[in-house]
């Protein structure tokens, strides 16, 4: 069966108070037991003081105890003289157990001796017998029981009102309690329904307090704004993969069409245009892959030993004719030892390969003003860095945050025909991640971008061969 929290709430408080109230009234009839205890003792003493002192006069005059023992009757007479305010019934009724100066039985039940008080009877500073009284007796009035009997009911009505009135207070305050919960409640059905904004607006919550109920609902505004935000992104990330992938059909099928329709000649210069355009739209098939594996998280990664400088190297002899038609000057500061890191060739292949396509792409060089690539690589004892820089057109400010978004181009000079699909610096990041690194972009002192990959060295990795 479910039980709303509302209800869960109240009982809680109300049994708490339940508690709370059961042990007020226990304690308290314990402390009443306990004082009134002493009260009477206190009076019990006071009213038989002058039994002890009759007594030890008795004893005094006696010689011994004889005289108790042989005639009861005296007895009953002493204890009506000396215990006044009891009925006569009560006065003869009296239990006690009376003992000599040697602990033997004068008068009374000796089994009474396990839960009785005892109290001395002195004569001349010597102790001459000793009387027992039940702990259950009192010589008290009748008054003492009946205002007993009066005080332990009212405690038990005082802790039933106590129980009443929180049982009371106890609704309001689960339903105030459990206000902003259900707005909580409300605002995450809407989230699982798909209503991610209101009125063009992430969806939010009003923040009142400090308290837990007040960081749930800044939790739930901050998710309400992430999932907004995933939402906006993955609109974009559709629209410009459609717009990315209709460019290249669209020249396909207008170049497919001329030749079909006898406009182009079908010669060599026709077929290397449609194979550029089918490497362009593979390559972009190709990064879309690429980055969906690594979102997934099952890109596969098989790290080794391997000199990063090596690699380097590598990519500038494969792009060095590129380089050169492109006016382009390649300088590369690195360790002579080289710089051995734990990871995947092939990806540290391609993400150096990237940088260097985005360097080709987009820095401009001339016969007259020769472009430059500088790339340094810093080696320390916890990580590798390997600074990319080229010269200008630079990027803005503003567009250097986004440089790593995904299919994101930045409209200035560094965004032209030649240019790739926007996605090659997502996927250096991809990699750089997945090794346990990072990747910034700022100005470069060439006047254009300076990209900064950070490896960090992993436990046990060399540093030399």
Known sequence: ????????????????????????????????????????EQVQSRRLAPLLSTLAERYADQGDWQWVQGEPGRWHRLMRDVTPGRMPHEQRSVPVLLLDAEGNRVLGDAR?????????????GEIVGTLGVPRAQRFGSELDAIFADQQRRQMRWI??????????LAIPFASRLLQPIARLKSAFDGLARGELTADGEPRTLDVKGQDELADLARDFNSLAETLHRNQQARQRWIADIAHELRTPVAVLKAEIEALQDGVREPTAEAFTSLFQEVQRLGILVSDLHDLSLSDAGTLAYHKAPVDLVSLLERIHTANAGELVCKHLQWSLNAPPQGAYFEGDAHRLLQLFSN?????????????EQPGQVQVEVETTAQQFNIIWSDSAPGVPPEALPRLFDRLYRVEASRNRATGGSGLGLSIVQAIAQAHGGEVTAEPSALRGLTIKVTLKRESGSRSSP
Not at 4 to 14: A, E, N, Q
Not at 159 to 168: D, K
């Open 159 to 168: 802790g039933l009102i106590a129980l009443v009135v929180a049982a009371a």
């Open 1 to 40: 069966m479910r039980i709303s929290l509302r209800y869960k709430v109240f009982l809680i408080i109300l049994l708490a108070n339940a508690l709370v109230a059961s042990a007020m009234v226990l304690i308290n009839n314990r402390a009443f037991e306990n004082g009134f205890d002493a009260y009477l």
């Open 355 to 367: 940088l260097m396509q985005n360097s080709l792409r987009y820095t401009d060089g001339s016969t």
């Open 112 to 124: 009474l001796a396990q839960r009785s008080d005892w109290f001395p009877i002195e004569h001349e």
